[in-house]
């Protein structure tokens, strides 16, 4: 069964820095990997979709990367900002039975 | 931009009772999918639906759930008896169709709050 785990569970660090935030995974058999938002009362949205045979993908100032074969994935965030506060999900995509997700990441980027 | 709707916001009910939750999809994809997160924990999946039948289902997913398509346009899921472990958020999502669905991102509701008392 596919374990997805995510480091650290919180992080909080003032508005300008970069930061990264770790996934790892049990299953390399994947069909891609996505990084989720979610906002306290709102939906899940999906940031960043690496399909199972890409390395990384790019999306403003967000940067995913995936390394199947060591069950790794990381999300970079470049000069953060006080609204990228949310929790992150790391997101495994395995077929028609839905996705796995891992517990998340709740960032706090203070002003 | 389209998105996914949920209908309650939050819904509220005694043990034992039956309850509905509703989602609107977004109207040109073709698979739909709930799942759960009780407070504190991971984000579960349910079930995934397509052509009107049940595609895959998890564990989770007993006698004690449905899901259901009664038009064009509302995917339901019912809890017959609901117990005091159902309180959770429930989220609706769904994706365009493709050969894969997989390779889709799929497009989740804001969620249904459900209190079980």
């Known amino acids: 069964k596919q374990e997805v785990t995510q480091i650290p569970a919180a992080l909080s660090v003032p508005e300008g820095e970069n930061l990264v935030l770790n996934c790892s995974f049990t299953d390399s058999a994947i069909y891609n990997l996505q990084w989720f938002r979610q906002d306290p009362g709102k939906g899940l949205t999906s940031l960043l979709l690496?399909?199972?045979?890409?390395r990384e993908q790019t999306s403003g100032r967000l940067n995913a990367s995936l390394d199947k074969s060591s069950g790794r994935s990381t999300l970079y965030i470049a000069a953060s900002q006080p609204g990228d506060s949310a929790t992150y999900l790391c997101v495994l995509g395995g077929g028609a039975d839905g996705l796995t997700f891992g517990k998340g990441t709740h960032l706090i980027i203070q002003p | 931009e389209p998105e996914v709707t949920q209908t309650p916001s939050h819904q509220v009910t005694q043990m034992g009772q039956e309850v509905i939750l509703r989602c609107v999809p977004i109207?040109?994809?073709?698979?739909f999918y709930w799942y759960r997160q009780i407070l504190g924990q991971k984000v579960e999946f349910l079930v995934s639906?397509?052509?009107?039948?049940?595609?895959?289902k998890s564990e989770i997913f007993d006698d004690q759930f449905s899901v259901e398509r009664p038009d064009g346009s509302n995917f339901t899921l019912k809890i017959r008896s609901t117990k005091l472990e159902d309180s959770a958020m429930y989220f609706c999502?769904?994706?365009?169709?493709?050969?894969?669905?997989?390779?889709?991102?799929?497009?989740f509701g804001p969620g249904t709050r459900l209190t079980v008392l």
């Open positions: 109207s040109n994809h073709l698979y």
């Open positions: 999502a769904s994706t365009p169709w493709t050969v894969q669905p997989s390779t889709d991102t799929q497009y």
């Open positions: 639906f397509y052509n009107n039948e049940i595609s895959e």
């Open positions: 690496i399909q199972s045979s890409q």
